[in-house]
C-alpha cells in the first residue's frame, strides 16, 4: 500500500494573560516563602509584580500551514494452516506539524511534522475446531521529531516542539476460549518499552526516560456468560479484571511524580431482549485506591 496524505492548518489563537498585583512581603515571611520555592521541581511562574513590571498580554494570533506526506506500507502473509498464519509488516505514519502562541511575547512558534517507522510481526491461531483463539504481536517502532511539550522562558505555558526521538518496542498476547454457545474467557498480557532516545529542553535531559503516562505492564482476565432463551433474548453476566503498572506523570521521571499500580475488578449483570437491555454494574469492586497522577 502507499497513502499520500496532505494537511492544510488554520489555526486562531486568541488569548489573554492577567498578571498578579503586587505585593509586599514582610520579613518574617520570607523564612516560609524559601521553604515554598525550594520545593518546586515542576516548571512554575512566580510573579512579583510592581508598576510596569510583567504586564498582561493579549492578543489574536493566526498561524497558517501546509504538510504533506508519502508513506508506505508492506504486509506479509502465510498460512502455516488454514487456520495458523504468521504476518510481517512494515509501515510509516506521520502526525502533521502546528503552532502554538507564546503567550509571553506573542511569537508564533511553529513544529514539524513526526514520523513513525514501526516493524511488526505476530501470529494468528484457531485451535481445537476454533474455540481457542490466539493473537500475539511483537513490534518495534522509530519514533522521530517528536512532538513534545517545553516550558516556554518563563514558565508560563507548554509549547510544542519537535524536541525528542523515542523507541518502542513490546510484546502482546490475547487468549479467548469459547465455552458453550455464547459464554468464553480470556486472557491477555502485554509489556511496552517506550523511551525517549533524545529529548532536551533548556537545562533538562529527559534522554533514556519513560513516557509519562505509559505504564510497561498491563494485563487483563474475564469473561462473558450468556443464558440465551431462544433468539436474542436472555439473562448474561460479565466479570473482568484489568491490571496497568506504574507510570509516571512527567517525562522528568522523578519519584514523586510516580503513579501508583493497580488491579481493578469490574462486574455486569444484566437482561435482554433484542429491542432493551437492563444492567446492573459494578467497577472497582475491590476498592483499590491509586494515584494516576502526581506532580
Known amino acids: 500500500g502507499l497513502r499520500y496524505d496532505r494537511e492544510n492548518a488554520d489555526i486562531y489563537s486568541n488569548y489573554r494573560i492577567t498578571r498578579a498585583d503586587g505585593f509586599v512581603v514582610a520579613p518574617e515571611q520570607l523564612a516560609a516563602l524559601d521553604a515554598l520555592l525550594a ?15 510583567t504586564p498582561g498580554t493579549g492578543s489574536g494570533r493566526e498561524i497558517k500551514a501546509s504538510y504533506d506526506a508519502l508513506l508506505p506500507k508492506i504486509g506479509l502473509r502465510y498460512a502455516l494452516t488454514p487456520d495458523v498464519n504468521l504476518f510481517l509488516t512494515y509501515v510509516e ?18 513544529y514539524d511534522p513526526e514520523y513513525t517507522h514501526t516493524v511488526e510481526t505476530g501470529l494468528r491461531a484457531a485451535w481445537f475446531d476454533r474455540r481457542l483463539q490466539t493473537r500475539s504481536n511483537v513490534y518495534y517502532t522509530k519514533w522521530t ?17 519537535n524536541a525528542a526521538d523515542s523507541t518502542l518496542y513490546g510484546v ?3 487468549n479467548s476460549v469459547r465455552i458453550g454457545a455464547a459464554s468464553s474467557v480470556y486472557l491477555n498480557a502485554g509489556y511496552a518499552h517506550a523511551r525517549f532516545d533524545r529529548y532536551e529542553t533548556g537545562s533538562n535531559d529527559y534522554s533514556g526516560n519513560r513516557f509519562a503516562k505509559a505504564p510497561e ?5 474475564g469473561g462473558v456468560a450468556r443464558f440465551v432463551d ?3 433474548r436472555g439473562w448474561f453476566g460479565s466479570i473482568a479484571y484489568t491490571y496497568t503498572g506504574t507510570s509516571y506523570s512527567m517525562p522528568s521521571n522523578s519519584e514523586r511524580e510516580r503513579g501508583d499500580a493497580r488491579g481493578l475488578l469490574d462486574l455486569r449483570l444484566g437482561y435482554e431482549t433484542s429491542r432493551v437491555s437492563i444492567v446492573a454494574f459494578g467497577r472497582n469492586l475491590l476498592d483499590d485506591d491509586y494515584a494516576t497522577y502526581r506532580a
Open 172 to 174: 502482546e498476547l490475547e
Open 39 to 53: 520545593q518546586i521541581t515542576v516548571p512554575a511562574l512566580v510573579a512579583f509584580q510592581t508598576s510596569g513590571v
Open 217 to 221: 505492564w498491563t494485563g487483563s482476565a
Open 145 to 161: 521529531d517528536q512532538q513534545v511539550q517545553v516550558p516556554n522562558a518563563d514558565g508560563s505555558a507548554l509549547l510544542t516542539q
Open 230 to 232: 431462544g433468539g436474542l
Open 93 to 110: 505514519a506521520y502526525r502533521a506539524g502546528g503552532g502554538d502562541v507564546d503567550t509571553q511575547n506573542g511569537d508564533i512558534v511553529q
